[in-house]
């Protein structure tokens, strides 16, 4: 979440790019608009990443939540994808999302409306259940598939020792339960300032959590063979157990408290999360800090006072995320970085007439033709920033300049993108850092930092929130 270090790059003096050219140019870099529409969250039905399974109809039908956000379908979903096996997706709104009712399907399948849920849509060895049969809940579908499906082994495998897989899977459990608490405890004392209890509770709760990543980077140093999973080169259920909770655990102790977890005192850890970040499917399936924190605001309103006062630890937290991306060599990088950028301007073309809507909304008096000069703006900015096309200064056409205050408004599109709903992260990290450097150009770098502040509870706006890039 961190604000714009450089000046707004736009193309020097000449007209503003139309939706047609951006479009264009970001298909020259890397990115056509159908690769946005085979993302694994932009998809009713993903095959598997196998070559056998793209020609078989899907075996299991898999009910997910809709943006991405809960981590047990994100676990789900990483099994089957790391399997290989076909398989189609529903996705539901949770709660949060304020969307209204549940799909009676899906009632049907899970009485409770509680996902992930999978259904076995195709027979498979004698050992199966039924076509129609359905596994609920996390932990039952992790073990339904790993009993039941083919590809590669996740837990019986030669180099898996069993009991300590188990043993493994019962930290990543009290991992989840420390993040939850930590979170709890925090929104507890925010409400009651002057109560020393609830602020001890708090700081033992940030003990606890710290302890439990010394744990975990003490399993993670024992591998074996010196690689960077629990089971050293061996990928395995563990590592997807803890694949959402790791994450949440940086994200949260940076933002809320301003600990370092990322490139601090857990080398076992940066290791592991930068193999999993290699990992495709984990890569388009995990959240990224700035979402994870929102999520928990939205949960908690009161975690706002935290992360308020620990601004320089989250602008840090976003700086150290950077480690999702694929490293390599420095060319390759390049290329790499480019298709990123191409990445999100592709996404703010797909879904321009959302965010005007949205913007109009937050900032009714400002002219439509305004807001999309602005959003082409952005969006050439961010193609721009991989390309070389530069211009001197935060420079913004004439017309948006003597707007100021109200061209702004459009801060609250940065503030509503989702990782990984509307995009990867590292293409969310360049689109953000765009639309920062706009309101920078626009009202300066302190009234930017209050709009970023007050944008903060953006997930939480009681109106229906939907995909807007």
């Not at 085979?38 to 793209?54: C, T």
């Not at 700035?290 to 840090?316: C, F, K, Q, W, Y």
């Not at 965010?355 to 952005?378: E, F, G, N, T, Y």
């Amino acid at each position: 979440m961190a604000l714009a270090a450089e000046p707004l790059l736009i193309p020097p003096a000449g007209p503003i790019n139309s939706w047609e050219q951006i479009e264009r140019a970001a298909e020259k870099s890397g990115y056509p608009v159908c690769r946005r529409a085979q993302e694994l969250l932009r998809v009713s039905e993903h095959p598997g990443k196998h070559a056998e399974a793209l020609i078989s109809p899907p075996s299991f039908l898999l009910w997910r939540d809709t943006y991405g956000w809960c981590p047990f379908s994100h676990q789900a979903q990483l099994h089957l994808e790391e399997k290989g096996v076909a398989y189609s997706v529903k996705k539901v709104p949770l709660t949060l999302y304020r969307l209204g009712e549940r799909d009676p399907e899906l009632l049907h399948d899970s009485p409770d409306g509680l996902v992930p849920t999978l259904r076995i849509l195709a027979a498979g060895h004698k050992d199966s259940p039924g076509v129609g049969s359905v596994v609920r809940g996390a932990a039952d579908v992790s073990a339904f598939i790993e009993a039941h499906c083919s590809g590669p082994l996740l837990l019986v495998h030669p180099g898996i020792n069993h009991c300590l897989a188990t043993a493994y899977l019962s930290l990543a459990e009290h991992l989840e339960h420390q993040v939850h608490e930590f979170v709890k405890t925090l929104a507890s004392a925010a409400s009651d300032l002057s109560s020393s209890e609830k602020s001890d509770a708090a700081r033992q709760s940030e003990r606890f959590l710290l302890a439990t990543l010394e744990d975990v980077s003490l399993a993670l140093s024992e591998g074996g063979d010196g690689g960077p999973y629990f089971f050293g080169a061996i990928f395995s259920v563990v590592d997807i157990a803890f694949a959402p909770w790791i994450d949440r655990a940086a994200a949260l102790l940076s933002w809320l408290q301003g600990v370092q977890v990322r490139n601090g005192p857990f080398p076992a850890v940066d290791a592991w999360l930068a193999a999993m970040s290699r990992r495709p499917a984990h890569r388009e399936l995990r959240l990224d800090d700035d979402t994870i924190v929102r999520i928990a605001i939205a949960s908690m309103p009161e975690l706002l006072a935290h992360v308020s006062g620990n601004v320089s630890s989250a602008l840090a937290a976003a700086r150290e995320d950077e480690q999702s991306e694929p490293q390599g060599e420095k060319e390759k990088q390049h290329l790499v970085a480019e298709v990123f950028c191409a990445e999100a301007a592709q996404a703010l073309v797909a879904c321009r007439s959302g965010a005007a809507a949205l913007a109009a909304q937050r900032v009714p008096r400002l002219p439509s033709q305004c807001i999309d000069k602005l959003l082409r703006v952005v969006a050439a900015a961010t193609l721009a920033g991989c390309s070389g096309c530069s211009a001197a200064g935060p420079s913004m056409p004439q017309e948006l300049c003597s707007l100021g205050e109200e061209a702004a408004g459009d801060f609250a599109l940065r503030s509503r993108l989702a990782v990984p709903r509307d995009m990867s992260a590292p293409a969310a990290r360049r689109l953000r850092a765009s639309f920062e450097a706009a309101a920078v150009g626009l009202v300066g770098q302190d009234r930017t930092k209050a709009l970023l502040l007050k944008e903060l509870p953006a997930y939480a706006e009681k109106i229906q929130f939907q995909s807007v890039l």
